[in-house]
């Protein structure tokens, strides 16, 4: 629990007054959550470079930062104002999926706070995030991530953005059901799903024959559905595709593995004044296309044909 020599020095200079004019360790503790909160400290997830010393500099100058910024220098005062104390990292928030009953954890939601340990009361949680910006604790990270969203703009009481979510939950259920199936793919399970296509007593030569047979036809029925996919009827699909040709015009080629969400964030990134434009699209053509919403198809062509990127200057 004790600091690095030579350290610091205005940090523990600012903890030891402190100390002179606290009654107890509890008020020191107070102390610090209030330097944090009336000293114009600011929530951000681009905080400025920190190349000399990390503390002082975030103590006392820049004053920007995320949790772990405050947890980190907030543990580093009560360490030397003579306090046991210690940064915490866990995770703080979720978001709740109706679809399979659970609550999804994702790396954005990764937190972290300090603990002091306080005579007669042992480890005690003190938050200093919490007094910097209030809401990263009430709403989640998700209201700073949602900033940079291509769906920021929508309206969050609309029908397009509820059935956007919906859609969004279904697909969440469905890659959790996958893990799980996956992860759990026992020996045992193995056999009761051989057993349930009825090959119970198949030898390893016979399986190996019968699954590539499988393997074959499954890759057949595969070419066939893509050669299909190329000249689909959907009209949502038409519609994105001409949206996708359109974005690849402006040198915005969609790639293989990206998905319509990461594709319209990846857009979003790189040309901010195509945001409204292709967050409507994008979240219209996801809704129409996985969340079976009853809105009319020509909605979504509409606004394709409007869509008219420019190449910057």
Same mark, same amino acid.
């Given at each position: 629990?004790?600091?690095? $020599?030579?350290?610091?020095?205005?940090?523990?200079?600012? &903890?030891?007054?402190?100390?002179?004019?606290?009654?107890?360790?509890?008020?020191? +503790?107070?102390?610090?959550?209030?330097?944090?909160?009336?000293?114009?400290?600011?929530?951000? /997830? #681009?905080?400025?470079?920190?190349?000399?010393?990390? =503390?002082?500099?975030?103590?006392?100058?820049?004053?920007?930062?995320?949790?772990?910024?405050?947890?980190?220098?907030?543990?580093?005062?009560?360490?030397?104002?003579?306090?046991?104390?210690?940064?915490?990292? @866990?995770?703080?928030?979720?978001?709740?999926?109706?679809?399979?009953?659970?609550?999804?954890?994702?790396?954005?939601?990764?937190?972290?706070?300090?603990?002091?340990?306080? %005579?007669?009361?042992?480890?005690?949680?003190?938050?200093?995030?919490?007094?910097?910006?209030?809401?990263?604790?009430? #709403?989640?990270?998700?209201?700073?991530?949602?900033?940079?969203? %291509?769906?920021?703009?929508?309206?969050?009481?609309?029908?397009?953005?509820?059935?956007?979510?919906?859609?969004?939950?279904?697909?969440?259920?469905?890659?959790?059901?996958?893990? !799980?199936?996956?992860? @759990?793919?026992?020996?045992?399970?193995? !056999?009761?799903?051989?057993?349930?296509?009825?090959?119970?007593?198949?030898?390893?030569?016979?399986?190996?024959?019968?699954?590539?047979?499988?393997?074959?036809?499954?890759?057949?029925?595969?070419?066939? =559905?893509?050669?299909?996919? $190329?000249?689909?009827?959907?009209?949502?699909?038409?519609?994105?595709?001409?949206?996708?040709?359109?974005?690849?015009?402006?040198?915005? /080629?969609?790639?293989?593995?990206?998905? %319509?969400?990461?594709?319209?964030?990846?857009? +979003?990134?790189?040309?901010?004044? /195509?945001?409204?434009?292709?967050?409507?699209?994008?979240?219209?053509?996801?809704? /129409?296309?996985?969340?079976?919403? $009853?809105? &009319?198809?020509?909605?979504?062509?509409?606004?394709?044909?409007?869509?008219? %990127? $420019?190449?910057?200057?």
């Amino acid at each position: 629990m004790a600091l690095p $020599r030579q350290r610091h020095p205005r940090a523990v200079a600012l &903890a030891q007054r402190w100390v002179k004019e606290a009654q107890s360790p509890r008020a020191v +503790v107070l102390r610090g959550l209030a330097y944090f909160k009336t000293q114009g400290f600011a929530y951000t /997830l #681009l905080p400025p470079a920190l190349p000399g010393d990390s =503390v002082d500099q975030f103590l006392f100058e820049t004053r920007a930062g995320f949790c772990e910024h405050f947890a980190a220098s907030f543990t580093v005062l009560m360490r030397a104002a003579g306090i046991p104390a210690r940064v915490v990292t @866990g995770y703080q928030g979720g978001e709740y999926n109706p679809v399979s009953d659970y609550l999804l954890i994702r790396q954005r939601d990764a937190h972290a706070w300090a603990e002091v340990y306080l %005579p007669h009361e042992g480890w005690v949680r003190v938050d200093p995030t919490s007094v910097v910006a209030p809401s990263r604790l009430s #709403l989640g990270i998700e209201s700073f991530a949602d900033m940079r969203s %291509p769906l920021r703009i929508l309206d969050r009481n609309g029908s397009v953005f509820r059935a956007w979510r919906g859609a969004a939950a279904w697909w969440e259920a469905v890659n959790f059901e996958w893990a !799980q199936w996956v992860l @759990g793919y026992s020996t045992q399970r193995q !056999q009761d799903f051989l057993a349930e296509l009825g090959w119970e007593d198949v030898e390893a030569g016979d399986l190996l024959f019968g699954l590539t047979g499988e393997v074959a036809l499954i890759l057949g029925g595969l070419a066939r =559905v893509t050669l299909k996919s $190329r000249n689909s009827t959907d009209p949502v699909v038409r519609a994105y595709a001409e949206f996708c040709r359109k974005l690849a015009h402006v040198q915005l /080629l969609r790639a293989p593995h990206e998905g %319509p969400l990461s594709y319209a964030q990846r857009v +979003v990134l790189t040309r901010p004044d /195509l945001g409204s434009d292709v967050a409507h699209i994008t979240a219209l053509y996801t809704t /129409l296309r996985y969340a079976g919403a $009853r809105i &009319a198809p020509s909605l979504l062509r509409n606004l394709v044909r409007k869509f008219s %990127p $420019r190449r910057h200057q």
